[in-house]
């Protein structure tokens, strides 16, 4: 009998050592992390409300998970929205980790997502883009990490294509547009391509057979694995069956194309309304109007979009399907993020980098094990910022204290909480430096350029989806409260 009651204590005791149990009081075995990112991703999804979209796989994500359909990036370009995820910590860096790169000197401290994770005795592998340069390594090589001291693995596969940036702007049969501005050195690379090839015609169907691979490869152990694949980033480039998916004269165009009244474009657009990366970065066959996007190239691009996102949601199916094929369902933390936004023809812009909600605004979808009220969306406003101490606590780590986002588990358990009432964001570029906030309603933009400090313009979204004025004038006590607010940001005039 007393041999009896020691083993079961001993048994109580190895299942009591299996479990964590963080502050919120979450109790679960050791979870794994399965992180994806996507580029250039708006909430251009059947299940954020874009009915339209063949997104099968991210829309049965959603009806397991939490979905956050107001969440907002530190700054609409892949660099500063990504050293501000791995970071913790909002910036306008894109290069947020050089002087550790460059130092040689590991820090005492935490200083990356995914460090945390491997300090905490987790296999951490990066595939694809997950900081800013393909692969998260500095050369062609990938030999020298992005984000030091933070993997145990970090590269991407890159086939045909020979090296990270090549295959990031993969064509078909081995072609590439090489990384860079210039676009007379690029002469026939159109921003879209409809290839009769498999997935793996394309640099994303690599990235979803290396995640299956180092699925089965960590299956055993604890790991954070992070997936990040480059579409629907231009090229528009994918496979002919995403193409065949949609009826170009049928897609919806843009509503809303000229600029909100009472703004200075220059400023808080991009200088003369240039969209400036599908213009300047790629050339259109036969282009005699000075690489103007007409109607007609306009509709070309809103399909190689819809195509590339629908190509993407393939990829993302594989990875969760094997997810679930491993029965790593009960034990694994699923993430999606789109790294921003991006306007289709809204306000005359092909492309990114504005402080509007149609840059700002990506998916964040949370999936964690057991999760109740799933596929419930929430209306709470969230950060990218958010998602470093997010992970932390669902997976019980100590947090490091210089963070500056607030985790988001009560907002997981609860889709009717709040941790925050608005988000910041930040922009510098075209000869102007922007900074933006975002309460449940209203956006507030305060622009600095040489020639026009201080413009103020305030936008209405709960009376606009896509506003047409500047209220600033309108409503003067709402600026000046959401001005109060914005100089509290860490990062207000500071960088």
């Given at each position: ?18 479990c ?46 939490r ?24 910036t ?48 062609s ?8 001291y ?73 790991f ?14 994918a ?12 897609l ?15 400023i ?21 109007s ?55 023809g809204?306000?005359g ?18 999936k ?7 596929g ?31 985790s ?6 609860d ?33 600095d ?28 006590e ?11 940001a860490?990062?207000?005039k500071?960088?």
């Amino acid at each position: 009998m007393k041999i009896f009651i020691f083993l079961h204590i001993m048994v109580l005791l190895l299942i009591l050592g299996s479990c964590s149990t963080n502050k919120e009081g979450l109790s679960q075995k050791k979870w794994n992390v399965v992180f994806i990112a996507v580029d250039d991703l708006r909430p251009e999804i059947n299940y954020f409300g874009a009915t339209y979209m063949h997104t099968p796989n991210i829309d049965q994500l959603g009806a397991e998970s939490r979905v956050f359909m107001n969440h907002f990036v530190n700054c609409a370009a892949c660099g500063p929205s990504r050293s501000t995820l791995l970071a913790g910590r909002r910036t306008l860096n894109w290069d947020v980790f050089s002087s550790i790169r460059v130092s040689g000197q590991k820090p005492d401290s935490i200083f990356s997502l995914p460090q945390l994770f491997k300090e905490n005795g987790y296999k951490t592998v990066g595939i694809g883009k997950i900081s800013h340069k393909p692969g998260g390594v500095m050369d062609s090589l990938q030999l020298v990490p992005e984000v030091p001291y933070s993997w145990d693995t970090t590269y991407a596969p890159v086939g045909k294509w020979k090296n990270p940036w090549n295959a990031f702007f993969s064509y078909n049969h081995g072609k590439f547009r090489r990384y860079g501005y210039d676009r007379q050195n690029d002469t026939g690379m159109p921003p879209f391509e409809a290839g009769d090839v498999s997935d793996e015609g394309y640099a994303d169907g690599l990235n979803a057979q290396e995640a299956i691979k180092q699925l089965n490869a960590l299956k055993d152990t604890a790991f954070f694995l992070a997936v990040g694949f480059y579409k629907p980033h231009l090229p528009f480039n994918a496979p002919k069956k995403y193409w065949d998916l949609y009826d170009q004269n049928e897609l919806e165009a843009a509503r809303v194309t000229n600029p909100p009244n009472e703004i200075d474009s220059r400023i808080s657009l991009h200088s003369n309304r240039e969209s400036y990366e599908p213009r300047t970065h790629y050339t259109w066959t036969g282009d005699t109007s000075n690489y103007i996007i007409s109607r007609e190239k306009g509709k070309i691009l809103k399909h190689g979009y819809c195509a590339a996102v629908s190509y993407v949601d393939a990829q993302i199916g594989k990875v969760l399907d094997e997810i679930k094929s491993l029965g790593m369902e009960d034990r694994t933390i699923v993430v999606l993020w789109g790294d921003h936004g991006w306007h289709l023809g809204e306000y005359g812009i092909w492309g990114k980098y504005t402080n509007y909600d149609l840059a700002l605004n990506s998916p964040l979808i949370i999936k964690i094990p057991n999760l109740k009220s799933a596929g419930v969306r929430t209306e709470s406003i969230v950060e990218t910022v958010d998602i470093f101490p997010t992970l932390s606590d669902l997976c019980g780590l100590t947090k490091p204290d210089y963070l500056e986002g607030k985790s988001l588990v009560g907002v997981i358990n609860d889709p009717d909480a709040r941790v925050k009432n608005v988000s910041f964001s930040a922009r510098e570029a075209f000869g102007a430096k922007g900074y933006s906030v975002r309460d449940e309603n209203y956006r507030l933009m305060v622009w600095d350029r040489n020639d026009k400090p201080n413009e103020i313009e305030l936008f209405d979204y709960a009376r606009e989806e896509v506003p047409t004025i500047n209220r600033a004038e309108e409503y003067p006590e709402k600026v000046n409260e959401l001005l109060q607010i914005m100089k509290k940001a860490s990062f207000y005039k500071t960088e």
